[in-house]
């Protein structure tokens, strides 16, 4: 399930068909069991207000969640680039050839860093991944042979600056698995069923002339899918883009 919600193309059109045929069932089904009696009228009103309005704050919250997972994840690679960027500064400090090995490993590394941002590929997310590990070992292994060469306050302050971009990969990458708990979700569509449930029992007229009924299938369905994209970094298309890591690669001499 965890799969299929992180793809908001595929769920919206899922998610509609679930809760068009939820309102069916209401205005068919439930409207054949069940009698609903004008002296009822305005309790059944109560009732469906009230769901509904559990439901808009359920979607409310929940998109208060995604929205600030996705505020995260942007803070986190503006703080990427600046480990970077600091680090690659801090390389003038050590002597060449070391230094100059080290620039142009930490330039890699941000093009690779640039480009996990970019992809929804799980075939190039996955070499990425590889990709990044090797370079991150390679850089620790620079940054080792720094703090050998160099036993100083300097070299400390050159280890210190790799071990800040290290950690920042590590932030960044656990702010994209952290997603909103599919407990939240099950709780979301199942209310949205019996919502657009009742909403079709309760609707006066035929289905078929009540054409007033898919309005909320429709727009449960997008605010489901809304929430979806925000929370899926690489499943959706609104993605955190990698803006200060290409501002760092363009300040980077060519």
Known sequence: MAGFIAHPAALFPALLACFIAAVAFGAIVLRRLLKLPD???????????????????????????????????????EAEANAIGTEYARADLVGAPLGVRMKSALV?????RSAYYSTGDRDELAQLSRNISTLQTQLWSLATQVAKDTPTPIGAIVVTGMNDVLNSQDYAEAARIN????????????????????????????????????????????????????DSPQGGFIRVQPQNLNRLLQSFPS
């Open 179 to 230: 997603h909103i708990p599919l407990g939240a979700w099950f709780l979301m569509i199942v209310i949205g069923l019996f919502a657009c449930a009742v909403q079709g029992f309760g609707a006066r007229g035929k289905l078929g002339k009540g054409w007033l009924i898919t309005v909320l299938p429709v727009t449960v369905s997008l605010s489901f899918s809304l929430i979806s994209d925000i």
């Open 108 to 112: 890699d590394y941000a093009k690779l």
């Open 39 to 77: 002296e009822e009228r305005e309790d059944f009103n109560v009732v469906q207000t009230a769901t509904l309005t559990l439901l808009a704050l359920l979607i409310g919250f929940t998109l208060s969640m995604a929205v600030g997972r996705y505020d995260q994840r942007k803070t986190l690679e």
